[in-house]
C-alpha cells in the first residue's frame, strides 16, 4: 500500500458516531503527528462546520463522496491504507464501499450488526478480498470486539496455564449504562423491512453458524437464550442479551477462520447476569418480557411505524454526559474441559457509554491497527480478533479506555 495520501479516512463523519470518531481521532493522535487521516462524507458544509468545530483552523483534509457515486467512492478508497466507515443501515450504504475496498486492497472496518447484509458481504466479496490484500472487518464496536477479542484473549490464557483451550465459554453482561443507538435500531427495522420480502432471512438469523465458512463443520450451539435462566456457574439468574444474534455468530466465525483450535465440540454463548434469588428471577423474567415486546414489534409493520417515532433517529444518540458516565463489565468463563478448578474468568470493561463512546474509540484504533500494525494475519472478510487479535487489544488497552484481566 505504497504511495497513500492517507492511513485512514473516516466515512461518514458528520453523523453522530462519526464525530464522536474523530474527536478521538483528533485528541489522540493531532493532525501533524505520524498518523496520516482525514474525514469523508458526501455534505461539504456538514463537514466543514465539524472539522472547525473540532478541529479549528488545524488542517483536518475533507473528502466529498456519496455512498451512490462510485466513482467519488473510487477516489477516496485509493486514497487511503484503511476506510473507518459509521454509515448505516450498511446495506443500504455499504455495498459499493466493500466492493471497492475488496477491489483495490484497502482495509475496511465497520460497525454493522447486520447479519444477512455480512453474509451477503462473505459470499460476494470474501475471494475477491483475500486475492487483493484486503482485510475487510465488520463488528469493531461493542458489537463484537468485547466479545470476539475476550474470548480470544480467556482462550489464549487458557492454554498458557493449563495447556488446553475451554471447551465452553459464557459471556456474562455484568453491568452497563447507556443510551440507545439511532443507528442500531434502524439497521435492526431495514433487516425486519427485507425479512417481509425474504423470508430465508428469517432461517438465517436463526441459524447458530449462519456466519460461518460454507461447507465446513459446525458444532452443538443452539438457539440464543430467550428466557429466564439459573446459571450455577456464576450463581445469578440471566435473561436474554439482546446483541447475541450476531455476537455468538461472529465468535463462532472466528473460531471456524482459525480452523478449529477450541475443538470441534467448543460452545459459546451470551446473557445478561440479573442477580440472585427472587429478585434476580424477577429481573430476568422482566427483561424477557421486555426483549419479546421490542422484538414483536420490530416483527410487524404497524407496530414498526409506532417504534420508529419513539426510539432514537438515525444521527441522534444520548448526551454528552451520559456518553462519558456510561460503562460496560462484561464476565467471561471459561470452562477447562476436565478440571473445574482449572476454570478461567476473565473481565473486559470499558470506560464509556458503550454503544457510543466506547464505540467510537474501538472502530478508530481497529482502523489505525490495519493500516499501521505490521500484521501477518489473513486477508479476505474476517473477525476483529482473526484480522487483528493481540496487537488489536493491546492498543483498545492502551489507547481506548478498555481492560481486559483475569480474575485470580
Not at 466529498?64 to 485509493?78: F, G, N, Q
Not at 456464576?234 to 475443538?263: C, E, K
Not at 451470551?270 to 414483536?296: D, N, S
Amino acid at each position: 500500500m505504497a504511495n497513500k495520501t492517507f492511513d485512514v479516512v473516516v466515512w461518514g463523519a458528520t453523523g453522530f458516531t462519526g464525530r464522536l470518531v474523530t474527536e478521538y481521532l483528533f485528541k489522540t493522535y493531532g493532525i501533524d503527528g505520524d498518523l496520516k487521516w482525514a474525514i469523508a462524507g458526501r455534505n461539504q458544509t456538514k463537514l466543514a462546520q465539524l472539522k472547525q468545530d473540532i478541529a479549528g483552523d488545524s488542517p483536518l483534509p475533507i473528502i466529498i463522496a456519496d455512498s451512490d457515486d462510485v466513482s467519488s467512492l473510487r477516489e477516496l478508497v485509493t486514497s487511503t491504507r484503511s476506510v473507518c466507515t459509521t454509515v448505516g443501515p450498511y446495506a443500504l450504504y455499504g455495498t459499493h464501499l466493500v466492493a471497492l475496498c475488496s477491489e483495490l486492497g484497502t482495509h475496511y472496518c465497520d460497525l454493522t450488526g447486520e447479519l444477512p447484509w455480512m453474509r451477503q458481504i462473505i459470499d460476494d466479496y470474501g475471494s475477491t478480498a483475500e486475492k487483493s490484500g484486503a482485510r475487510i472487518v465488520h463488528n469493531c464496536g461493542f458489537d463484537c470486539i468485547p466479545s470476539d477479542l475476550g474470548t480470544y484473549f480467556v482462550q489464549s490464557e487458557m492454554f498458557k496455564r493449563h495447556g488446553v483451550y475451554a471447551t465452553q465459554v459464557k459471556f456474562r453482561v455484568a453491568g452497563s449504562s447507556g443510551g440507545a443507538s439511532g443507528g442500531t435500531i434502524a439497521s435492526m427495522m431495514n433487516i425486519m423491512e427485507q425479512a417481509k420480502k425474504d423470508p430465508s432471512i428469517f432461517e438465517l438469523m436463526a441459524d447458530p453458524y449462519a456466519l460461518n465458512p460454507l461447507n465446513l463443520p459446525r458444532g452443538d450451539d443452539g438457539g440464543d437464550q430467550t428466557g429466564a435462566r439459573y446459571d450455577p456457574d456464576f450463581g445469578q439468574w440471566t435473561g436474554p442479551f439482546v446483541m447475541a444474534g450476531i455476537n455468538t455468530r461472529v465468535v463462532r466465525r472466528s473460531h471456524a477462520l482459525m480452523d478449529y483450535p477450541w475443538g470441534r465440540e467448543f460452545r459459546y454463548d451470551e446473557t445478561v447476569l440479573t442477580g440472585r434469588g427472587p429478585a434476580g428471577f424477577l429481573k430476568a423474567a422482566l427483561l424477557v418480557a421486555a426483549t419479546a415486546m421490542i422484538v414483536g414489534a420490530m416483527v410487524f409493520a404497524p407496530t414498526r411505524k409506532l417504534l420508529s417515532r419513539i426510539v432514537p433517529a438515525p444521527g441522534e444518540g444520548p448526551s454528552r454526559e451520559a456518553i462519558e458516565s456510561g460503562y460496560f463489565k462484561i464476565e467471561l468463563l471459561a470452562l477447562h474441559p476436565e478440571d473445574a478448578s482449572k476454570n478461567i474468568k476473565a473481565v473486559v470493561t470499558g470506560d464509556r457509554d458503550p454503544g457510543y463512546g466506547a464505540t467510537s474509540k474501538m472502530i478508530a484504533e481497529s482502523a489505525i491497527c490495519l493500516a499501521r500494525d505490521d500484521l501477518t494475519t489473513p486477508t479476505g472478510v474476517l473477525t476483529p480478533s482473526v484480522a487483528m487479535g493481540p496487537t488489536l487489544l493491546d492498543r483498545l488497552i492502551q489507547n481506548a479506555g478498555m481492560s481486559f484481566t483475569i480474575v485470580e
